[in-house]
Nanobody, 112 residues
Framework: QVQLVESGGGLVQAGGSLRLSCAASVSISSIHTLGWYRQAPGKQREWVAITSTNGRTDYKESVKGRFTVSRDGAGNTVYLQMNALKVEDTAIYYC??????WGQGTQVTVSS
């Protein structure tokens, strides 16, 4: 099982930026798909972004143009650059490798 540790969350004003990191316990170079998810209070966990080894990325419609997912190709880290943050982006953010345990998440709070 691959262990994942998210970091980089915090409190930021609307319009600000944060970069989240997700460190895996193994090299991610051969892991085909990695995703970022989030869960806001009282809501279900939802998919936010995905990156694949073929270079493909995809985003939830509401974050397109504001969030960018990338991976440290030869290393073990996936990033989520979040710009122009909105209050509705407030959530716990998780990275995810299909079939492996969820990490503990990192809290992102966007104030108005």
């Amino acid at each position: 099982q691959v262990q994942l540790v998210e970091s980089g969350g915090g409190l930021v004003q609307a319009g600000g930026s944060l970069r989240l990191s997700c460190a895996a316990s193994v090299s991610i170079s051969s892991i085909h798909t990695l995703g970022w998810y989030r869960q806001a209070p009282g809501k279900q966990r939802e998919w936010v972004a995905i990156t694949s080894t073929n270079g493909r990325t995809d985003y939830k419609e509401s974050v397109k143009g504001r969030f960018t997912v990338s991976r440290d190709g030869a290393g073990n880290t996936v990033y989520l650059q979040m710009n122009a943050l909105k209050v509705e982006d407030t959530a716990i953010y998780y990275c995810r490798i299909p079939g492996h345990p969820w990490g503990q998440g990192t809290q992102v709070t966007v104030s108005s």
